[in-house]
């Protein structure tokens, strides 16, 4: 099995920070990647797919980057509807996995 | 626009079964693989099954192997998750999601274990 690793698990920021989310697979899966974001009580939302790819209608400052086994979720100017928590999930093989989450939290 | 709606959730005792369902509109139904996810209570996703577009290929995670299958009906675009000598620890939100990158979710549904 695949395993995701995110860092960090939680983080303090404030609005208008540049904010990094790293997740790490155990073994290489090209770009097969997306990133999701969760607010409390409702179901996750696809922000990133194919590792770099922004779905549509959400805001370009999300961007997604990497390859292989090194991937980066970043928010180049943190706003106040991005206080959520945020899961990397690798699609290449299964058992799918998720990364253990990021909690972005206000400063 | 595309739906999945669960239901079936509740409190059910350790030991005993319980059926979701996923009711899928919007999209052609039996051009996708379909998955479940949990979420205990406070704690982060867990892929819980797939199955695919073709309804025969299946796979599971090994915390419900054995126990929990999956299905689908494509007359009825709905996914179902009968669960089997459920535990306190399926405990969770369940959600349903269309694959392509798991682009939708439904709302999710409670399963609650507990005697």
Redesign the interface.
Known sequence: DIQMTQSPSSLSASVGDRVTITCRASQGITNDLGWYQQKPGKAPKRLIYAASSLQSGVPSRFSGSGSGTEFTLTISSLQPEDFATYYCLQHKSYPRTFGQGTKVEIK | QVQLVESGGGVVQPGRSLRLSCAASGFTFSNYAL?W?RQAPGK????VA?VLYDGINK????SVKGRFTISRDTSENTLYLQMDSLRPEDTAVY?CARDN???Y????TLVTVSS
Not at chain 2, 44 to 47: A, I, N, V
Not at chain 2, 59 to 62: R, V
Not at chain 2, 105 to 108: D, E
């Open positions: 998955h996810v982060g996703l867990e892929w797939v796979y599971y995670a090994d959600y990158w798991f682009d979710w439904g709302q999710g």
